[in-house]
């Protein structure tokens, strides 16, 4: 399956790309705005300066380089680019990988609770907290996220950022989840495992690696002790970039630089504008799906005035999932050529039973990818992924079908948290099309999704 490829940099990109200075550099913009490719291409530059320092001081050690992406997808689809740029003229002992990964081999792969979601479950309902499953479970995510066991009490005040206003949660719903998750660790330190929220400290705590180059991609879905487990791994001289957009954030990762270990006032902060993706009526329909969402300073919405391309608008399939999955596979064989073009099939939830069984039955290859370390090397150009682990992937064609409410579980309310996530979700899939979107859905049992589909932005078909 295609991957990134060694892409010509633009103006804009070059500004950073050539900036090869020490220290903190941000890198915020829309989908599509090759923010990653940047980063990466940045990486062979830094490469450059750093091996010239190491020949001036007699240094014959290789320099030390880190790329951490968010998802194992992720991980496989830039490992080749991030190779190539590192080691083009050699002497770069580059590791791509994920932060969990990561995390496991340099603390000495400990044991981990593989059942936090069931047992937080579990916890909540003895202590009789009424919030939705998906919520919870989330909030849980923050929390431990964002502090450390030793001020999880600091949680009891401060404000909730980047987690939405509903559904509320008060003073008292605080207690009763810290009591959830004093339950919870107690559960999993009985029996000799730790959580994987506990690996950023374990991590902290661990003689220095001395990265000289550490690369983050898809920042913004990292959590405040993640990074600032990062961050106590750089070398006293050293490159940090961090790849991120708000627009595009998928976890409850709300939290101050501050708290990530990371000094803002000391970074140099670069916004990419120019959408490189998208065709103007792709960017037109992703951008309407956030409309009213707020994006704080470090979000870009997909921008209309530097998408140049055009294309047709997207297209929503309404009838049942048979019918959408038949004018999907009739529009894949009659539109696209396979030998050129990629195509993914997304989900919410990964369910793809009837997507398999069909492109088995006409003898068209495909490749699953949710998840996996490795980026396909067969020459299959279908790709089979939950929206997730899409994130941060590029295919000329995105086709997602059955967008029911069963798929897209949320609360009430137009600002319930879960659904503005599910926007952002569907958003973000969206815009991994580089020609070409299909969405489906039955009529009668829509997700309430599609009551943001921006009016004027996408034509209909009945199947």
């Not at 791509?96 to 990964?101: F, I």
């Not at 009985?190 to 001395?210: K, S």
């Not at 979000?299 to 049942?320: E, M, N, S």
Request: proline share 4%; net charge positive; glycine share 8%.
């Amino acid at each position: 399956m295609k991957v990134l490829g060694s892409p010509r940099a633009t103006p804009e990109q070059l500004r950073i790309i050539g900036d090869t200075r020490v220290g903190i550099e941000i890198i915020r913009g829309a989908a599509g705005s090759g923010k990653t490719t940047t980063a990466l291409l940045r990486l062979r530059n830094l490469s450059d300066m750093f091996r010239s320092q190491h020949s001036r001081t007699g240094s014959t050690a290789a320099v030390k380089a880190l790329v951490l992406t968010y998802n194992r997808t992720l991980r496989g689809y830039v490992e080749a680019l991030a190779r190539e740029q590192a080691s083009r003229t050699g002497g770069v002992d580059l590791t791509v990988s994920t932060y969990a990964q990561w995390a496991v081999h340099l603390t000495n792969n400990p044991q981990i609770n593989s059942r936090r979601s069931t047992a937080i479950l579990g916890f909540a309902r003895q202590r009789g907290i009424k919030l939705q499953n998906e919520f919870l479970l989330s909030e849980i995510e923050y929390i431990l996220g964002r502090f450390s066991p030793k001020n999880y009490d600091s949680y009891l005040d401060v404000e909730r950022t980047g987690r939405g206003i509903a559904p509320r949660v008060d003073r008292s719903t605080r207690e009763r989840l810290l009591a959830v998750i004093n339950d919870y660790r107690g559960s999993i330190r009985r029996i000799g495992r730790i959580d994987w929220e506990d690996l950023p400290q374990r991590v902290r705590a661990l003689p220095t690696e001395n990265y000289e180059i550490i690369v983050v991609d898809e920042a913004q879905d990292f959590s405040a002790n993640q990074l600032r487990s990062v961050v106590k791994h750089l070398a006293p001289t050293s490159a940090l970039t961090l790849v991120l957009d708000t627009a595009q954030r998928l976890y409850p990762r709300g939290y101050t630089w501050a708290e990530a270990g990371i000094d803002a006032r000391q970074a140099r902060f670069y916004r990419l504008e120019q959408n490189h993706r998208n065709t103007v009526e792709i960017a037109n329909f992703a951008r309407g799906l956030l409309s009213g969402l707020t994006v704080d300073d470090d979000g870009t919405l997909p921008d209309l005035r530097h998408a140049t391309r055009h294309g047709p608008q997207p297209l929503v399939l309404l009838g049942k999932y048979s019918a959408q999955l038949d004018a999907a596979i009739s529009y894949v064989n009659d539109k696209i050529n396979l030998d050129e073009d990629t195509v993914a099939f997304l989900h919410p939830l990964g369910w793809f039973d009837q997507v398999r069984k069909r492109l088995n039955c006409q003898h068209i290859e495909f490749e699953e990818i949710t998840r996996e370390p490795e980026w396909p090397t067969s020459g299959a150009n279908i790709a089979l992924s939950t929206m997730q682990s899409a994130k941060g992937l590029e295919f000329d064609h995105v086709i997602i079908l059955g967008l029911n409410a069963q798929v897209t579980p949320h609360g009430e309310g137009a600002d319930d948290d879960q659904l503005q996530t599910l926007r952002r979700l569907l958003a973000m899939a969206v815009a991994r099309a580089r020609k070409s979107v299909i969405l489906g859905y039955k009529p009668g049992e829509a997700s309430s999704l599609v009551e943001y589909f921006p009016a004027g932005t996408f034509e209909e078909r009945n199947v």
